[in-house]
């Protein structure tokens, strides 16, 4: 990567300044006070500030609670608290602290932890971070958008081999609970050829920050990530405000030409965390609780992520899927928006077959285009046979399929063995892209037939 500073990443930086002087010029001395409490939501009279602008309740003891705006109703402003209201009550003064939402960014947050404001929290110290960069960002104009020709490698022989993904693409992972998306993304995080990873850890469990960091990312791959946390605990607002965070840096990094891996995980918590925004100020339930704002600010986040003039930001979004219904909402709009989705099959990962994805029901919409055609279509010969073999499952377990009845049954049977092994990898395993190119000619390529009696046989065992 070179060290030149180029015309995009100049850009950038003014923009930056000039967010800062614009912060500077707004009318920071503005204040209101607290006349309703309802729920979470606080009420705030005489208190003209904009949607997203940072607050402080003045609550007794000289303590102040910071909260962000999030809408209007009878001529109150809605601000919802980062923090418990106890203590809050009726005529407390409300002070306006910032009406622009920035994030530092720079070099510095390499390696580090942060939570959803950009502060530190890995006891580390601060982050000398020279510039300020938006939250609230337009994604890159569609007619600039560089198109995705090349392969992003993911050391992952499954998805680099039958659902391949390009650079500066958008795949959602999704799944139930407890079915491997987080144990997928740590191996995204140790494997992936990328310059930056950005991790984005929304509504986790608190235990599962320092397991992530300890076990799946690594001292190799903590030196290249920054990872934003919002733990389950914490308010709707930093849950929400954590995805921007994450993606503000990622589009930091990507306008100084890197090419940049985002993770979020999940999108479906930062869904529930908007819900639970717009319900509290008043916003009617749309489809299964969510308001119908929620729907709109998923395009306005994913559609940042990307290919540009200068780097690339290639995302990978877990969705968790209530119920395993993939029609449920936010599953059934996020497929809608991303470039492809891969799917964890709760049925594979109860038989011990990791990474637990389902081809069959995994897409890849920019594979055609990073590919060559004899990868194209060797990944297609394994989709044939995995299709095939699945349709006639249920006859082979009983015996009551005859070798020879339909040829492309014969070969999914002939290849069975060799094709779970292409696809299962341990989960400390790294694959190369040129040796998984190998063994995809290897696992694809016509030899000599092997007798269809002993395949059967051991199919029927395999069942």
Not at 25 to 34: E, H, I, K, T
């Amino acid at each position: 990567m070179s060290d030149l500073i180029n015309p995009s990443t100049m850009i950038a930086n003014r923009q930056h300044d000039a967010f800062e002087r614009v912060a500077r010029c707004l009318p920071a001395a503005l204040a209101g006070s607290v006349v309703r409490l309802e729920g979470l939501v606080v009420g705030v009279a005489d208190f003209p500030a904009p949607v997203g602008a940072q607050v402080a309740i003045e609550t007794a003891a000289a303590r102040e609670l910071a909260g962000e705006v999030v809408g209007f109703r009878d001529d109150l402003a809605l601000v919802y608290p980062w923090g418990a209201v106890d203590g809050v009550r009726y005529g407390q003064r409300v002070r306006l602290q910032r009406t622009t939402r920035v994030v530092p960014v720079g070099d510095a947050l390499l390696g580090r932890v942060i939570d959803a404001r950009g502060r530190p929290i890995d006891g580390q110290g601060p982050a000398a971070c020279p510039y300020q960069a938006p939250l609230d960002r337009a994604p890159p104009a569609a007619i600039l958008r560089p198109r995705i020709d090349r392969p992003f490698k993911t050391g992952i022989r499954a998805i680099d081999g039958l659902l391949t993904c390009g650079l500066g693409q958008r795949l959602g992972i999704f799944a139930g609970a407890g079915v491997g998306k987080s144990v997928s993304l740590g191996m995204l995080v140790r494997n992936a050829a990328a310059d930056v990873v950005v991790v984005a850890m929304i509504g986790e469990r608190g235990r599962e920050v320092n397991e992530f960091l300890q076990r799946d990312l690594g001292e190799d791959g903590r030196a290249r990530s920054v990872v934003v946390v919002a733990t389950s605990d914490e308010p709707a607002p930093l849950r929400v405000r954590a995805a921007f965070t994450a993606t503000a840096i990622a589009e930091h990094f990507r306008d100084q030409g890197r090419d940049v891996l985002l993770l979020m995980d999940s999108l479906t918590r930062f869904a529930h965390a908007h819900r639970e925004i717009g319900l509290g100020a008043g916003e009617p339930p749309a489809t299964r609780g969510y308001p119908p704002s929620t729907f709109a600010l998923l395009p306005r986040l994913l559609e940042r992520s990307g290919r540009a003039e200068t780097g690339s930001i290639t995302g990978f979004y877990s969705v968790l899927v209530d119920g395993d219904d993939q029609q449920e909402p936010v599953s059934d709009t996020v497929r809608g928006l991303l470039d492809g989705h891969v799917w964890l099959s709760r049925k594979l990962a109860s038989q011990g077959h990791f990474p637990a994805i389902d081809v069959l029901e995994s897409v890849s919409r920019v594979m055609p285009d990073v590919v060559s055609r004899d990868h194209r279509l060797q990944a297609v010969r394994i989709r044939e046979w995995l299709a095939a073999y699945q349709e006639h499952a249920d006859l082979i377990a009983l015996g009551a399929y005859k070798a020879g009845a339909n040829p492309v049954v014969d070969m999914a049977l002939e290849r069975r063995a060799e094709i779970l092994r292409f696809l299962r990898q341990d989960l400390t395993e790294s694959a190369p892209y040129d040796a998984m190119l190998d063994q995809l000619n290897r696992v694809t390529s016509v030899s000599g037939p092997r007798s269809m009696n002993s395949a059967t046989a051991a199919m029927r065992k395999d069942c």
